[in-house]
């Protein structure tokens, strides 16, 4: 028997993610855990810094870009989630999101990680790298990683209703 009791989710806000997070809701809904959606925040004073050890941004600017990215975050879930499925949100900052998503699991006891992935071809993964092939290689827990465009098993629950009843038959 699977037992899933805290499913994480992380989210870079693109179409890749968007299916992971429908996925994860699925999965948490249907094993009646708890989900924890994860974004990390690009740090921004680290990449400006030039060979003298100054910043070419403020601090101030790097502030405003992780409370955008908790705000966005925060909005990727309803009320129904936050009290159904018990939804946490959290938002890192860091330059690799790949050890962040796996930190996170590992210090959370996260039992199945979902992470979208773009579906990229073989150069573009030579010189981008995936985050979600790294999070397959070092998480402490399975992975699903949901592409996009991904086969779409997870429906709304309108459809799934909808599908559940049986056909009307005409009566002579």
């Known amino acids: 028997m699977i037992v899933l009791n805290k499913i ?20 948490a809904r249907g094993f009646g855990a708890e989900l924890h ?58 330059n690799n999101p790949a050890a962040e998503i796996v930190d996170y699991a590992r210090t959370n006891g996260i039992d199945l990680v979902v992470v979208g992935t773009h579906g990229r071809g073989a150069i573009a993964h030579l010189f981008m790298g995936s985050v979600a092939e790294r999070v397959v290689r070092t998480a402490p827990c399975p992975v699903l990683t949901v592409r996009n465009p991904e086969h779409e098993f997870v429906l709304p629950d309108a459809l799934v209703a909808i599908s559940r009843q049986p056909e009307m038959v005409a009566r002579d």
Do not use: C
Request: charged letters at 25%; zero cysteines.
């Open 37 to 94: 959606v994860l974004h990390v925040v690009e740090n921004l004073l680290t990449r400006a810094m030039d060979g003298y050890g100054y910043a070419a941004i403020s601090p101030e600017v790097q502030l405003d870009v992780e409370r955008a990215g908790l705000r966005q975050t925060e909005g990727l879930l309803n009320e129904e989630d936050r009290r159904e499925l018990r939804a946490k949100v959290s938002t890192i900052t860091s």
């Open 8 to 27: 994480l989710v992380a989210t870079d806000f693109g179409s890749a993610s968007e299916s992971a997070l429908r996925y994860a809701q699925a999965l």
